[in-house]
């Protein structure tokens, strides 16, 4: 009884860690412990076909001791590679292995216990099989998912720009704020997909702006209230050019937020403090940064120092005090001081 508790804990843990992870490599690592912990196995290998700039993910727990390899087919052996290219479930006493098959070839699993002695049973054996076929079908989403972001990825590309042809209030420079995005996340113990969201948002933000006149995106003279409407829009229409992919969901509210204030006195929903989505608030700090560093044709370029006093004085005003003293802080950062001097 105590072992089919287990094995039914395991198919929460499977679940979890398919819902969890973002990249292949995290979860082959996740189902290699997994089986080992399962079948009391002293050796594991977990091979995953992906879907990047490297053929195989390979990951190796023996001995207490983890090795991940990447590469191409090389990265497997003369037998791994028969085991993956013959595809074929072999169940030994002390021994199993089992491909990753859903329409193709995914990847495949080899559990191993020291002694020949030590035999895996019929329920081990059952559920090695069960749940073989589970992470088959994991994978092949996986798979799906790579392919749909090269998809997206594609899609934010052209996107921007035609951003950048047509929008002249769009001039975020992206490899700046990339890397002040990946510093400040990192110092807020932000995961990597929350990363990858706000770094997709950064390069979207503006793309409602895409249906405005551009009359009135190059209008010099202040905005009657009526143009301002207009332009208030613009979160809501650029949430709408992406509300089909999914990959973009975490980026939506992120977007349709980022004009929000702290102090609740932003649209488009009238926001404040905590309401505001967190990505929201981030990007709203990194987006006046930006400004305010490389300037637009309206507005000069300050000088940082200027610039944090400008970020200290919207404190509990337009910004989240605490993005605010994480943001400052990454800013004093060496390499980070360093690369911003490098644009004067």
Known sequence: MKKYKVIFSSLHTLYRLTTSLSDIQSFAVGVGKLYRNILKAEKVIVICKTYNAYGFIKVTLENNRQTIKKGGISVLTKREKEIFRKGKEIILNNRMIHPFIFVDNLGAIYVKRKSKDDIFDEVDKKWFIAISEQISIYLKIFSLYEEQKKTMISYIKSLTNLLDKYVPTSYLHARSVFKLIRALGKDMNLTKSEIKSLEYASMLHDAGKIQIPSRLLKKQRPLTEKEYKII????????????????????????????????????????????????????????????????RPYKK????????????????????????????????????????????
């Not at 977007?255 to 989505?277: A, C, M, N, V």
């Not at 004085?313 to 490098?342: E, N």
């Open 232 to 295: 208030m829009e613009h979160p809501k229409t650029g949430v709408e050019l992406i509300k089909d992919l999914a990959a973009l969901k975490p980026v939506a509210p992120i977007i349709l937020h980022h004009h929000e204030r702290y102090d609740g006195t932003g649209y488009p929903s009238g926001l404040k403090k905590e309401e505001i989505p967190l990505g929201s608030r981030i990007l709203a700090v990194i987006d006046a940064f930006d400004a305010m560093f490389f300037g």
């Open 301 to 344: 370029k300050m000088k940082l120092q200027t610039i944090e006093r400008e970020l200290k004085k919207q404190r509990g005003k337009q910004f989240d005090p605490k993005i605010v003293a994480y943001f400052l802080k990454t800013l004093k950062k060496k390499k980070i001081r360093k690369y911003l001097h490098s644009f004067y």
